[in-house]
């Protein structure tokens, strides 16, 4: 186990190394020019500036200078400034992180919360009438694009019942919690959608294993409810299982707020994301990127690490 | 294993009229008379999906017939250009002349949605034709060969999954200025080839440790005949009902994309850039975005279904393997 683990850390580090060097390649391509970006314009008028400010950011020198010598600052904790509106990166990925993670969050948390019921009874009622009905509804959940929800939801809540704002974000500092939860809810319930169709077919599967223990049967030979059963004897040994899962799929969320974010207007990493591809802001492009792989990386790491854990026989292979 | 119904009698050789022996079935022997048997097998949900599909595979072609014979068809609009104004009629309601209505620029709605199923077909066709093919080949060679070109391939492929999905394709595409579909079905094609080489090398694994495979080399077959005819064949049933789950994944992507405007671009029409479209009339009215999102979920519930349903079957005939 501690030769694997090394070896996957080995791995993580040079995926890092490389996932680095293909995002500052990639970036590298785009068209436009950040100094005219960031002069507007006029900079197409006065190619001495440009020139200059070139010189000033050392533009001019050969990638991969650059690339060695942003790692050296990413090293050394400097993701290095925006171009354009001059924010340190990793400020502006500390300022919008929160906004991310609390929607990835709470999308776990109502993914959770809907799917521990739907997966429980539809094992209890295996192959009946509401079992293939909340199987079609994952099913249905599973497939319905997050934008399209999301769009629905904002016509649906918004425009005919007024529940909730369709755009925009309170923070939690600024104006309390149940104003936070009000911007909240709609994107937080587009992004669950996936993860809680997920959860509930793992759940229905786990359980109907549980189901025919030796120790359900004799519970029901004892004569306790069938509600009590399925809660105290059933979704325990399940639930390991399931939350495992559940705060392993935080890390997939937070790669997939993107679109969400820019539907709902929401101050998130994702908009920021995109307004930085849109501005051609170099450094600001990576900086996210680097930081939505790394989350990425080592959360599908930890996955791998913890099946190896919990499941021997993948180990011989 | 799912519950396929036990006691219906078995058609399918009767049907052949093959007399041999139904326990001695083999891959070879349900090849043959294999899609009837397969399509009265199915339950009725996944003939639904089946017909689905075949409805928006015929509605894309038929969408783009009048490209080649340069006249409208019926069902089209005649005045429908996907990049003009329609005729001044907008925002109206389902109607004999618009069957799904029109949007706020009086253009019809099925017409754009008919021409958004060719975009998302063939963005789907071309992931689905790239990974099995090179995915399939490279995931193949890598498994059964092994040594350091398999080491060197899993590297790569760690590399470009370790992007979310949407955040690679968004840094990628967004260095093209002009994006059309042959374009955008190139840089998906090649983007969505990574999970193939995993899955064919995964199922070569496996085949590689078979009984016949085992029997080839022990006569001295060649490894290249080996690979083309013992493992590939069959590592292919798994890679085609991947290819199901995935065109429906690729088809949800492409639809973001476009919503966020960096796929095809306007006025060419896309399910997603018509929902983006739409949002911006969205108080005037809600059909631009209704259809286009319902086709999008139904196409991809029906690809859904239909590779659920393909993968439990190949799990009962790989285990007869």
Redesign the interface.
Known sequence: MGKILIVRLARLIATLFAVSLLTFLLVEQLPGDPVIALLGPEGLYDWDTVERIREELKLNDPTLVRYGRWVGDVLQGDLGKSYITDQPVADAIRDRVPVTLELALLATVIAAVCAVPIGAFSAYREGGRLDRLLSGFTTAALSIPGFVAAIFFIWLFTLKFNWFPSTGWNRITDKGLWANLKTAILPASALALAPLAVNARLIRADMIGTLKEDYVLSARAKGLKSRYILMRHALRPSALTAVTVFGLQLGGLIGGTVVIETIFALPGLGTRLISAIYQRDVLMIQGITLFVATVYVVVNTAVDLLYLALDPRIRRQ | MP?RAPFRPRRAPILSGTDKDPTTSTASDSKRNGLSAAISDMPIVVKLALFWLLFIVTAAIYARIDRVTGQALPLQDPFYQPFLFGEASPIEGPSAEHILGTDVLSRDNFSRLLHGAWVSLIVALTVVAFGIVFGGLIGAFVGYVRGRAEAVTM?GL???L???P??LL???V????VRNLTLIALVFGVLGIPTYVRIARASTLAIASREFVQAAEAIGTKRAAILFREIIPNILPALFAYALINA?FVI?IE??LS??GLSVQIPEPTW?NM?NEG?RD??MT?LP?LWP?LF??LT??SL??LGDWAQQRIAVRSSAL
């Open positions: 519950k590297l760690d590399v470009v370790a992007f979310p949407l955040v968004l840094a990628l967004s260095i093209y200025k429906g949800v639809g973001t919503y966020l997603g929902i949002r969205i108080r809600i975005i999102g999008l979920t991809v519930v859904n279904l």
